[in-house]
């Protein structure tokens, strides 16, 4: 199970997890994290503080401002039409 958090600063956070892990965050994004690093004495601080919310959590949920290109086009590569312009001698 994860656990979406969201920065709430207008700084990047760096956010200690288990097993030598860090997620950083920029300002105002958001990231998943697993329930168990969400309760993790360095996560619970950042919560009280206010620099960290919780704003999901729950299996297969999407975060606003994730961040992860999910549902983005691509913009590299060639294009997938088949009746593109070619070049070339003949």
Known sequence: ???TVRNKTQKPLSVALSRGKVLHLGPL???EITF???ERPAVKALIESGSLEIVA???GH???GHGSGVGRSSTQGHSSS???RRSGDR
């Open 1 to 3: 199970m994860s656990t």
């Open 29 to 31: 994004k958001a990231g």
């Open 36 to 38: 168990d690093d969400a």
């Open 57 to 59: 959590v729950g299996p």
């Open 62 to 64: 999407a975060a606003e």
């Open 82 to 84: 088949t009746g593109g």
